[in-house]
């Protein structure tokens, strides 16, 4: 439907006018959780097996090992954040910088779950 939408020079220049940014907007921040908790998901079987989170390099954990997209709905890249107890993982939102209001996260524990 996009590629189509571009090919009509009248919706083209309304797209590229950012028109429809908020509808793009709306559907990332739909899109966004449900990739976080299936990256966090990957990533609590790596705690699970006893290994380290790919902090200092994942970006080439999410190459090379996880099962969606390197770059969140806006294009941006996911980041992960480890603390002392906890970690997340987060898209920086519509805006495109971290910290702000509009990100998007999941955090976890590193504690594996017991089972």
């Known amino acids: 439907v996009f590629a189509v939408a571009m090919a009509v020079p009248s919706t083209r220049a309304q797209i590229q006018s950012g028109a429809v940014d908020p509808v793009m907007n709306a559907i ?13 998901d990957q990533l609590d079987v790596r705690l699970g097996r006893g ?3 790919p902090a ?13 997209s390197d770059f ?8 992960i954040q480890v603390g002392r107890r906890d970690y997340t993982v987060g898209s920086m939102g519509p805006d495109g910088q971290q910290g702000t209001e509009d990100d998007i996260i999941e955090r976890r524990s590193l504690t594996p779950p017991r089972r």
Do not use: C
């Open 28 to 40: 990332g921040a739909r899109l966004a959780p449900g990739r976080l908790t299936a990256m966090a």
């Open 56 to 68: 200092g390099n994942f970006p080439a954990w999410l190459r090379r090992d996880f099962s969606g």
């Open 72 to 79: 969140d709905p806006w294009g941006n890249s996911w980041y």
């Open 51 to 53: 290994e380290d989170l």
